[in-house]
């Protein structure tokens, strides 16, 4: 079993519509959880990131962690043109090596004007 | 911008081939990694620097070689790759330390082709 598992889509949706991202992954010992965006020719960028379980939201965007589940969301509300690209999610755990990010596949996303 | 650069953008070398890619950072960050990502794979980290000290060799080949003379620069020195090493390289910097650790931040990346 992978270590943390996203679809890789593609995932096409109109302007304006609600984008959920997922991922889930098999590691109790994670604790803190990302969401990189990149665009096309570009690295990765960070977009949120969250400790432990809960739900932090910035603007039109919302990331969900159930730890229970082992499963982390990422919604996209009001999406717009300019959000499409590729999403990763990514996992670290606590202490000294929490520099070590274990990433999904990522998710293509397009959304149509 | 980042604040993470990386060159060159894109590099096609032969399989007897010595190239170097190499990462500059402008953000007063100690923690310096590469990446390799691949199509269809999550990406790959393959080393770590902290404050100039290799901390990580993520069972990488010895064909890639890498360098770090300070901690805003970081070289990979490639030498006799095979094709399947063609992918995006991406070098990423980051705070030392604390949970920030995780807040990589990545440059464009270097397209590399191995023929």
């Known amino acids: 079993q992978k270590e943390v598992e996203q679809d890789p889509g593609p995932l096409s949706v109109p302007e304006g519509a609600i984008v959920s991202l997922n991922c889930t992954y098999s590691n109790s010992a994670f604790q803190y959880f990302m969401w990189y965006r990149q665009y096309s020719r570009k690295g990765p960028e960070l977009l949120m990131y969250t400790y432990s379980s809960g739900n932090k939201e910035d603007g039109r965007f919302t990331a969900q962690v159930d730890k229970s589940s082992k499963y982390i969301s990422l919604f996209i509300r009001d999406s717009q043109p300019s959000d499409s690209a590729t999403y990763l999610c990514?996992?670290?755990?606590?202490?000294?090596?929490?520099?070590?990010?274990?990433f999904g596949k990522g998710t293509l996303l397009t959304v149509n004007p | 911008e980042t604040g993470v650069t990386q060159t060159p953008r894109h590099l096609v070398m032969g399989m007897t081939n010595k190239k170097s890619l190499k990462c500059e950072q402008h953000l007063g960050h100690n923690a310096m990694y590469w990446y390799k990502q691949s199509a269809k794979k999550p990406l790959e980290l393959m080393f770590v620097y902290n404050f100039k000290e290799q901390t990580e060799n993520n069972s990488v080949p010895s064909r890639f070689s890498p360098e770090c003379p300070n901690s805003s620069h970081l070289f990979l020195h490639l030498h006799t790759l095979q094709p399947e090493d063609s992918a995006l390289y991406l070098c990423?910097?980051?705070?030392?330390?604390?949970?920030?650790?995780?807040?990589?931040?990545f440059g464009p990346g270097t397209r590399l082709t191995v023929t």
């Open positions: 990514a996992m670290s755990k606590s202490g000294g090596s929490n520099y070590k990010l274990t």
């Open positions: 990423a910097s980051s705070p030392v330390g604390g949970a920030s650790s995780y807040e990589q931040y």
